[in-house]
Each structure stands twice: as structure tokens, then as C-alpha cells.
């Protein structure tokens, strides 16, 4: 059983549409209107986007990404089944696409379909062995689970992929921190700041710990994605930009 579901009430990360100018325009209206919570009017203009581009895979994600936030605030099966729907035809276009591979995962543990979420992701992993993302999106869900183990060794995994990935040693710093572990956490997040010092959530966890308020507002071990639609190439749903 999943024993921390809250942080899997996740919203999605609109991705920017790499194409001409007028699917752009289309794009940058659907994300303001998107802002708005006006999810009809987002829809039509990713839909006009799409017709400019057709079987643009961000246009697919960020149609998915709508119907997923309509499902959440309106509580409507049918618009989980279309998000469902369109976060396959992106990865159809694009396997590699990450903020979809998230998002579909948050949507399969949504619907209490677990194990299906943890096989993408799995085959995402073995598709791509030379990138990080998949091993730490893992652990995410491990964590979910409560098997910290596992998700360090998830994350663990990760880094031996790629060393100095930021948002692989913010995961970790947020696991050691919720295992009591401070002063690791602290290295952690350390060595993030490092490679990437705009972060000042970071830094406010290491001044925190540091200053031995540990027992102040917790994070998840593994952040939560959080709704940051841009016109410009979509952030990691979660943890630090890279």
C-alpha cells in the first residue's frame, strides 16, 4: 500500500511546443489560458497548435496535461481516460519524453495502478541506461511505497549515471533528511548547489539543518511536480531545473 498518496497529488508541467511561430503563438495562449483555469479554452488553442504541427509530441503532452488537471478539479473519469490517451501518443512520438513519462506515472498511481507505472518506468530505464531521470522518478515512487531502500538505491543508481546531476542530489539530500540523516542531507544538498546555485529552496533547507532547524516545514523525500507552464523548454516536474 502507498502510504504517502498527498505527494502524488501532483500537477503537470506544460511543455513548451518546439515548432514555427504560429503553433508558438497557439501554445503561449493555451499556457495563459491554462493559468487561468480556463481548461476549455487551453484545450482549443493546444488543439489549433497541434493542427499546425501535427503529431507534435508536446503538443500531445500538453493536451494530456490539461485533461489530467480537469480530472483532478473536476473529478471526471472520461478526461483521465483522454489525458491517458494523449500521454501515449506523445511517448509514441518521443519515448524519451520526460515530463510525459512523469506525468503518465503520476496518473497510473492515481488510479491505484501501480505496478503499470512502475513497468514504464522500468522500460524507460532500460531504453535509456545513459540518463538519469528514469532511475530517479523509481525512487519517487518507491518512496511512495515507503521503501526508502529502495528508492536509494534508485537514486544511488542515478548517479553513478550522472555524478554531478542536481536534481538526483536534491532527491537524495530530501531522502537522507527524512531518515534523520542531516548532516548527509546537508552534503547532499550541498553538492547541488554547487552544480546549480539558483536554488534557493536548497539553500533554505541547508541554513535550515545547519542551524539545527530540521524540525521545522518538511519536504517529501521526493518533491512533488508542481505547475510551472512556460513558453520556454519545460523544467524537471520536479526537483531543480537543469
Not at 503532452?61 to 473536476?74: D, I, M, P, S
Not at 547541488?192 to 535550515?208: E, G, H, I, K, N
Not at 524540525?215 to 519545460?234: D, I, K, M, Y
Request: net charge negative.
Amino acid at each position: 500500500m502507498i502510504q504517502t498518496r498527498p505527494a502524488l497529488v501532483a500537477l503537470c508541467t506544460l511543455a513548451a511546443v518546439g515548432c514555427g511561430g504560429l503553433a508558438r503563438n497557439d501554445n503561449t495562449e493555451g499556457v495563459r489560458l491554462y493559468q487561468q483555469g480556463n481548461y476549455l479554452g487551453a484545450v482549443d488553442r493546444f488543439q489549433q497548435a497541434l493542427s499546425r504541427e501535427p503529431g507534435n509530441p508536446d503538443c500531445f503532452y500538453n493536451l494530456g496535461a490539461t485533461y489530467h488537471q480537469q480530472a483532478k478539479v473536476f473529478g471526471r473519469p472520461t478526461d483521465a481516460a483522454t489525458a491517458e490517451q494523449y500521454y501515449h501518443l506523445c511517448l509514441a512520438r518521443n519515448p524519451d519524453h520526460a515530463e510525459c513519462q512523469r506525468a503518465l506515472a503520476v496518473l497510473l498511481v492515481e488510479q491505484k495502478r501501480d505496478d503499470e507505472a512502475v513497468a514504464g518506468l522500468e522500460a524507460w530505464a532500460r531504453a535509456q541506461p545513459g540518463n538519469p531521470d528514469p532511475r530517479v522518478e523509481l525512487a519517487r515512487l518507491a518512496q511512495e511505497h515507503g521503501d526508502l531502500r529502495e528508492a536509494e538505491n534508485q537514486l544511488i543508481d542515478a548517479l553513478a549515471i550522472a555524478p554531478g546531476d542536481a536534481r538526483t542530489l536534491v532527491a537524495l539530500g530530501h531522502l537522507r533528511e527524512q531518515s534523520g540523516d542531516a548532516g548527509q542531507a546537508v552534503a547532499n544538498y550541498s553538492r547541488a548547489l554547487a552544480v546549480d546555485p539558483a536554488q534557493p529552496a536548497v539553500s533554505a533547507r541547508v541554513a535550515a539543518l545547519q542551524t539545527g532547524g530540521a524540525a521545522g516545514p518538511r519536504t517529501a523525500a521526493l518533491p512533488p511536480p508542481t505547475v510551472t507552464p512556460a513558453a520556454a523548454p519545460a523544467a524537471a516536474a520536479w526537483g531543480p531545473a537543469r
